[in-house]
């Protein structure tokens, strides 16, 4: 005679996995082995981590775009920072790449952290107009200051230095590169996900949509905004840094306006309000513009041209145009 006790507990159903799951495998699975599959389909290593680091500047991009709803026309003034933080730590202080690297980002990062009290408190265009201000600045500085940036001429005398690990020395190739990219990309997509998935991210969603209700519930509004923007110009500036890596120079075009348009473009081409929009706009962006540019001169135009019929055709991008097939 069985009683309660012998009542066996219910278990719990095997957690499914799903299509983002698999989806995501698969994109990781891919960069994975780029330098195996993308010379033989015509491409270059080198291609690959200048898209890996334009995704990592829009995705710091969109956290402050897509997901706080501040419009910013002057991101890539922190990406212009950190390319120049990282050229200068390397001629100046000490040939290490790992350093130089952290210099670069803590450069561009706490020039967010300055900018950010001053935007704030900024909506819709003002918001954009005065961080286009501020790019607009810290641009002109490096055009001015010849002794230290080099000028219009930009900053050269660097390049990629050997990385040294357990007394031996790596030097870095297209590949070995691509790798380090491929790494600090996994962890700011890593660390974007957690502040998504965690109270601030939340908080980040609800201003975007209701500033007037979190005020309401006593939610310090623009502080929420200030710390989206510090995040933000702190990712960016990484890339920024990753980019005078690669190139061995840096130059005020990385800081003007233009580019961060660029950044503005390769988030809507993706998908604003998606996690891997970014990721996909910047394909999409840097592929474009990397064959266009070797058939015309013109090949802006034909940029200008996938960005309009994009807006048109797909207005959540891409990737947003996608999970809603999917769904339906």
Not at 26 to 48: E, K, R, Y
Not at 90 to 100: D, K, Q, R, T
Not at 119 to 147: C, D, E
Request: proline share 4%.
């Amino acid at each position: 005679m069985s009683t309660a006790l012998d009542t066996k507990p219910a278990t719990r159903p095997a957690p499914s996995i799903g299509g983002r799951e698999i989806s995501a495998a698969i994109i990781w699975l891919a960069l994975l082995f780029v330098p195996i599959w993308l010379p033989a389909v015509g491409g270059f290593t080198d291609l690959a981590s200048r898209v890996l680091i334009y995704a990592m500047a829009a995705t710091g991009l969109n956290l402050l775009l897509g997901y706080t709803g501040g419009l910013s026309f002057g991101h890539a003034a922190y990406f212009g920072l950190g390319a120049y933080g990282t050229g200068l730590f390397i001629i100046h202080v000490i040939p290490s790449m790992p350093l130089a690297l952290i210099a670069g980002t803590l450069l561009g990062g706490i020039g967010g952290i300055l900018v950010g009290p001053m935007v704030m408190k900024r909506k819709g265009i003002y918001f954009s107009m005065i961080t286009i201000a501020f790019g607009q600045m810290f641009y002109f500085l490096a055009v001015r200051w010849n002794t230290v940036t080099g000028g219009e001429d930009g900053l050269t005398g660097f390049s990629r230095v050997p990385l040294h690990l357990g007394g031996e020395t790596i030097n870095l190739g297209p590949a070995r590169f691509y790798y380090v990219v491929l790494a600090l990309f996994a962890v700011v997509m890593l660390v974007v996900w957690q502040i998504l998935r965690s109270p601030m991210g939340h908080a980040f969603v609800a201003t975007r949509e209701n500033t007037t209700r979190l005020r309401f519930l006593g939610v310090a509004v623009d502080k929420q905004v200030w710390v989206a923007f510090a995040i933000s110009a702190f990712i960016t500036a990484l890339a920024g840094s990753l980019n005078a890596m690669l190139t061995a120079f840096a130059s005020p075009d990385d800081l003007q306006w233009q580019l961060s348009g660029s950044f503005v473009v390769i988030c809507v081409l993706g998908g604003m309000r998606s996690f891997w929009g970014p990721f996909l706009g910047a394909v999409i962006y840097i592929v474009a513009q990397d064959y266009l540019s070797s058939v015309t001169q013109n090949w802006m135009t034909y940029i200008g041209l996938i960005f309009v019929l994009s807006v048109l055709f797909f207005p959540q991008g891409l990737l947003g145009f996608i999970k809603g097939r999917a769904r339906s």
